[in-house]
């Protein structure tokens, strides 16, 4: 199982049969189609990127277009039970905006993202000199969508100022995925990617 699918595994298992969910930054509707399939849920994927709609409306995925960094006004208070931004946070404008409005719009959220402080990542920057690359993080500095790089750390400082309760969290790292409670400088440095389950 390569780490995509892990992640892929790790938010469907995090998601309750039925539920209603909205995907933020959906892409192709790959995890989408995936939770459909085994958790029966319901909802809607938003996307910026037409090809990637086109793609997602092809695999049966009811999606919109639309730019998360504007905020989500299409969607009442409350519309879904879960929101789901996975790999995505990193790449907005506004990450504080799209966080608070994935509250907004459902009791609880799902985010993951690429963990800055991972060490290898740390090795590559002090060792090489240059921004680093990994399996999470693929681009060159100039051609990244990565525009907020972030570390585990970072999120719970985000989360504990905003006063966002960290339901779970779930530390990926080699293909293989942690939770529970682990000191979070162990976590900081050894994780990979992480998702956490957050609410208000």
């Known amino acids: 199982m390569n780490s995509t699918q892990l992640n892929y595994e790790v938010v469907t298992n995090l998601i309750p049969e039925n539920a209603r969910v909205l995907d933020l930054g959906c892409g192709d509707g790959t995890l989408f189609s995936k939770l459909i399939a085994e958790k029966k849920i319901t909802g809607v994927g938003v996307e910026i990127n037409q090809d990637e709609v ?25 519309s879904f039970d879960y929101a789901i931004l996975n790999q995505t946070l990193q790449s907005t404008e506004k990450p504080d905006l799209v966080v608070d409005e994935m509250l907004r719009v459902a009791k609880k959220a799902v985010v993951s993202f690429p963990n800055f402080a991972y060490w290898k990542v740390r090795f590559y920057l002090f060792f090489k000199g240059k921004m680093p690359k990994s399996k999470a993080l693929p681009y ?27 339901l779970k969290s779930v530390y990926l790292t080699k293909n293989k995925a942690r ?6 400088a162990i976590t900081n440095f050894f994780s990979e990617e992480v998702v956490f389950v957050v609410s208000k």
Not at 142 to 152: F, G
Not at 154 to 165: G, Q
Request: hydrophobic share 40%; glycine share 8%.
């Open 179 to 184: 939770s529970g409670i682990l000191v979070r």
């Open 140 to 166: 060159e500095w100039y051609n990244t969508p990565n525009i907020h790089l972030m570390t585990v750390n970072d999120f719970f400082e985000f989360c504990k100022n905003r006063n966002i309760k960290i």
């Open 54 to 78: 086109i793609k997602a409306l092809d695999k049966g995925v009811s999606v919109i277009q639309g730019d998360i960094d504007e905020g989500l006004k299409q969607f009442p208070d409350g």
